[in-house]
Each structure stands twice: as structure tokens, then as C-alpha cells.
């Protein structure tokens, strides 16, 4: 089957550690999504990539990181500098680089820091 | 913030009965697509309407667009206690960034 697939499901983080969020999608899809999502507030954008090997920050890039080293592949870093990183973790991807396009979301990972 | 806005926050209906979120953009958009969310789930795409669309319907929806003042609205047709989750606007002003709304939540009660 198709999709996006995003782990662990359920995260937990002690303050002060870094960590990776996998994202995984096998839609052959050029472009790829990394969103936050705290409660009442919608979906914010921490990076986007519509390329491999390139990546542009979002609204709230502050403290993360991501890479793009292959096309199914765009893992998202929380790093110690995230002040509050406890929050629902969505990754999505569209199949071209355009607006046009849907996005196709994965299950999402929650970030819980202790 | 380029983040759209639904309205209502919340909303809570009968099986049956039709259900209206709205939404309001502050940029010009190249198009507006509604998402649906069931709790703790990644968001599913319903409908994309494009600027130049004043109305667009998909089975028991129906999306409208007003680009002169920056508003959407989605209506949901005889409601089913299944479509109770979240609602989501999302607009893509230009090139690949989308901004996503605060969210409806809909409560459809049997």
C-alpha cells in the first residue's frame, strides 16, 4: 500500500535531548511536509522540501533541523534549542512541486518532553 | 501570520442535519483545500477549489469560495455520526507553503 508512514507514534523526551522524528513515504512524491500541531491552534509549518538535498524553513524552524538525502526520506530533528517541543508531529508530502497538489498526510508522532 | 481562520470553533449537530464551517484568508490564493482530522489521526484531504472556482461539490459536500472577501465555506449535507472530527482550511498563497486554519471541530450527535 501506498502512503506515508511516520514513527515512533508515541515519543518521550527528557529535557536537554535531542531527537529524530522518522518520516517515510513511498508515493514518489517530490515535495515533503514537517507541521506542529498544539491544541486549538491549527497546523504550523516547521520545514518544507521540494527537492533532495533542499529544504526551506517554515514558521516555526526555530530549534529544528531536517535533511533530504533521499526523495522517500525527510526525518525531522527536535534539538535541545526547542523550547517547548511537546506537540503532535505530522509529516505530509504533495506529488509536485505546486499548490495544485493535495497533501497526503502520515499518522503523526507525539512529542511528550518530561 | 498568514493562518487562516474557521468559524466556528466548535460545533454540535444532530445525525441528519446539515452541518456550515467557514473560513477566512488574509492573502491572495492560488487555491483552498479542506482537510478532515479524526482525533489523534494525520489530516485527510476532502475538496480543492481553485481561485477562479466560486463552487465546488464532492458527494455530501459542497465548498464555496468568495476570493473578494477572502472567505470559504464548507457544508456538510445530512450528517453522519462518522463525520464528527475536525475541519481544516488550508490556502496556498503562492509557490509550495500552505497555512492551515485553527480548525471547526463537529460533533454530530445520533
Known amino acids: 500500500d501506498g502512503g506515508i508512514t511516520q514513527s515512533p507514534k508515541y515519543l518521550f523526551r527528557k529535557e536537554g535531548q535531542n531527537v529524530t522524528l522518522s518520516c517515510e513515504q513511498n508515493l514518489n512524491h517530490d515535495a515533503m511536509y514537517w507541521y506542529r500541531q498544539d491544541p486549538g491552534q491549527g497546523l504550523r509549518l516547521i520545514y518544507y522540501s521540494q527537492i533532495v538535498n533542499d529544504f526551506q524553513k517554515g514558521d516555526i524552524a526555530e530549534g529544528y533541523s531536517v535533511s533530504r538525502e533521499k526523495k522517500e526520506s525527510f526525518p525531522l530533528t527536535v534539538t535541545s534549542a526547542q523550547k517547548n517541543p511537546t506537540a503532535f508531529y505530522l509529516c505530509?508530502?504533495?506529488?509536485?512541486?505546486?499548490?495544485?497538489?493535495?497533501?497526503?498526510f502520515g499518522p503523526g508522532t507525539r512529542l511528550t518532553v518530561l | 501570520s498568514q493562518q487562516g481562520e474557521e468559524d466556528p470553533q466548535a460545533l454540535s449537530i444532530q445525525e441528519g442535519e446539515n452541518a456550515t464551517m467557514n473560513c477566512s484568508y488574509k492573502?491572495?490564493?492560488?487555491?483552498l483545500q479542506w482537510y478532515r482530522q479524526n482525533s489523534g489521526r494525520g489530516l485527510v484531504h476532502l475538496i480543492l477549489i481553485r481561485s477562479n472556482e466560486r463552487e465546488k461539490h464532492s458527494g455530501r459536500l459542497r465548498v464555496t469560495l468568495d476570493t473578494s472577501k477572502k472567505s470559504s465555506s464548507l457544508l456538510i449535507t445530512a450528517s453522519r455520526a462518522a463525520d464528527t472530527a475536525s475541519y481544516f482550511c488550508a490556502t496556498a498563497p503562492s509557490g509550495n507553503q500552505f497555512y492551515f486554519g485553527t480548525g471547526t471541530s463537529l460533533t454530530v450527535i445520533p
Open positions: 492573502t491572495s490564493i492560488n487555491n
Open positions: 505530509a508530502s504533495t506529488q509536485r512541486r505546486s499548490s495544485y497538489n493535495e497533501q497526503f
